[in-house]
C-alpha cells in the first residue's frame, strides 16, 4: 500500500479509509444482488454406483474423439468439483473440449456407518470397481488415470497392484516422498498418535481437517484473503467466484476413521513408497509395478505437496516413459488460475495423443 512509512500522511490515510467506506457501501448491494453460488460447469451422467461412491461420465458439447476414456480420482478430504468449478475455470471442460472422454469418482459424504472402510475398500473395490466398468463399456483392457493430490498417492497404487488395467498414469500434485524437509504437514502427522487419535473420534470430523489445513498459512488464510475481498465487494462477477472457492474450502466430508489411520501410518509416517511397507489387501505396493508411461505435474509453489515431495516419483517407478511438467503456481491454482486453464489440459491431451496408439 505504501512504499515506507514515511510515505503515510493524515491525507492518505484518510483518502485510504474513504476507499474503504466506499467499497464497504457498494459491497452491501453487490451482496443483496447475489444469488447462492453454485458449482459445477458441465453436464454429467452417473454411470456406477457402490454405495456412497458414484462414478460420473462429463458430458461435452460433441462426442469424445479419444479411444480411451479418463478416470480422474481425486482426494478424499475435499470434493472433487474443483476439477470442474466453473465456466471459466474447469480442467474438465478443456479437456473435454479437446476430445477427452472424461469420467471422474465422487466418493462421496462419508458418515458413521463407513468408519470401518479401509484403504482395501477404497483402492480394490471403489477404484478397482469403477476401472473395471470403464474398461467393459469401452471394450478395452486399460484405461488412462488422472490421480490428484491424496488420489495421486491412489492411483499410484492402483497402478502397481494392477498395472495391466492402466494404459497411461497422469499424477497431478502427488506426494510420494512423505519424509521431505520443507513438508509441513508431513512434519505435523510424524507425530501424530493415530491409533488414539482415531480411536478416540472415529470418523475424523472435516471441520478439525480443515482447521489444520488452514494453520499451514495462517496469516494468508484466516486474515490476507478477507482483508483483500474488500477491494472487490463492488464486483459482482469477482464475489461470486470469491465465495464459490470459499464453498469448496468448507465443503468437506468427514474421513472414515480405519482409511486415514492406515494412510497416515503406512504413507505418511512409514513413507512406504520409498521405505516399503504399504500393504493393500495383503499385498505390497512396489511402485517398481509401475510400468505405464507416467506424466508428473507438480506445482512449484505447492505448500502441500511441495515439489521435492513429487518428484522422487521418478526413480521410483518402473517405467522408461516418464515426463514431468512444472506448473508454476500453488496446489489450488494448477486448477483454477487462468494460466493453468490453457497449460494444463494441453500438456495432459498433447501426452496422451503421443501414447494413443
Known amino acids: 500500500m505504501y512504499d515506507s512509512p514515511f510515505d503515510v500522511t493524515p491525507e492518505k490515510l484518510a483518502e485510504e479509509a474513504a476507499k474503504v467506506q466506499q467499497k464497504l457501501g457498494a459491497g452491501l448491494s453487490t451482496l443483496r444482488e447475489m444469488d447462492e ?3 459445477g460447469a458441465t453436464r454429467k451422467q452417473e454411470v456406477w454406483r457402490d454405495g456412497k461412491v458414484v462414478l460420473y461420465r ?14 480422474i480420482c481425486y482426494a478424499l478430504v475435499n470434493r472433487p468439483y474443483m476439477v470442474d468449478l466453473q465456466d471459466d475455470r474447469s480442467l474438465v471442460k478443456n479437456l473435454l473440449a479437446r476430445g477427452e472422454d472424461v469420467y471422474l469418482i465422487d466418493w462421496g459424504y462419508t458418515d458413521r456407518s463407513d468408519r470401518f472402510l479401509t484403504l482395501e475398500d477404497y483402492i480394490e473395490r471403489f477404484i478397482d470397481g469403477a476401472v473395471d466398468y470403464l474398461r467393459d463399456a469401452h471394450g478395452l483392457p486399460a484405461i488412462n488415470l488422472l490421480g490428484i493430490c491424496q488420489g495421486g498417492a491412489f492411483s499410484l497404487t ?72 474488500v477491494d472487490i465487494l463492488d464486483d459482482k462477477k469477482a464475489m461470486e467466484d470469491f465465495l464459490r472457492m470459499e464453498k469448496w474450502i468448507f465443503d468437506s466430508p468427514d474421513q472414515a476413521g480405519e482409511a486415514f489411520r492406515q494412510f497416515i501410518k503406512q504413507y505418511y509416517q512409514g513413507n512406504g513408497f520409498v521405505n516399503g511397507g504399504i500393504v493393500i489387501g495383503g499385498r505390497e505396493v512396489d511402485l517398481g509395478f509401475v510400468d505405464m508411461p507416467v506424466l508428473n505435474i507438480y506445482a512449484e509453489q505447492d505448500h502441500l505437496v511441495p515439489p521435492s515431495a513429487s518428484r ?21 491454482g494448477i486448477y483454477v488460475s487462468g494460466r493453468a486453464q490453457k497449460e494444463v489440459p494441453s500438456a495432459i491431451h498433447d501426452w496422451l495423443a503421443k501414447r494413443a496408439k
Not at 462429463?58 to 478416470?71: H, Q, R, S, Y
Not at 487419535?197 to 475424523?204: A, K
Not at 516418464?322 to 506448473?327: I, K, Q, R
Request: hydrophobic share 45%.
Open 158 to 229: 492402483y497402478a502397481a497392484l494392477h498395472p495391466e488395467k492402466v494404459k497411461n498414469l497422469i499424477a497431478m500434485v502427488t506426494p510420494v516422498d512423505f519424509h521431505t524437509d520443507d513438508n509441513m504437514l508431513s512434519n505435523w502427522t510424524r507425530g501424530l498418535d493415530i491409533d488414539l487419535f482415531v480411536d478416540t473420534l472415529g470418523n475424523v470430523p472435516a471441520d478439525l481437517m480443515n482447521l489444520c489445513y488452514l494453520t499451514l498459512k495462517p496469516w494468508r488464510l484466516f486474515v490476507q484473503k478477507y482483508v483483500g475481498m
Open 312 to 332: 522422487p516419483m521418478k526413480d521410483l517407478v518402473g517405467t522408461d516413459d516418464y515426463s514431468e511438467v512444472s506448473f508454476r503456481g500453488g496446489h489450488i
Open 58 to 71: 462429463f458430458v461435452g458439447d460433441a462426442p469424445p474423439t479419444a479411444k480411451i476414456p479418463i478416470l
Open 37 to 39: 453460488v453454485h458449482y
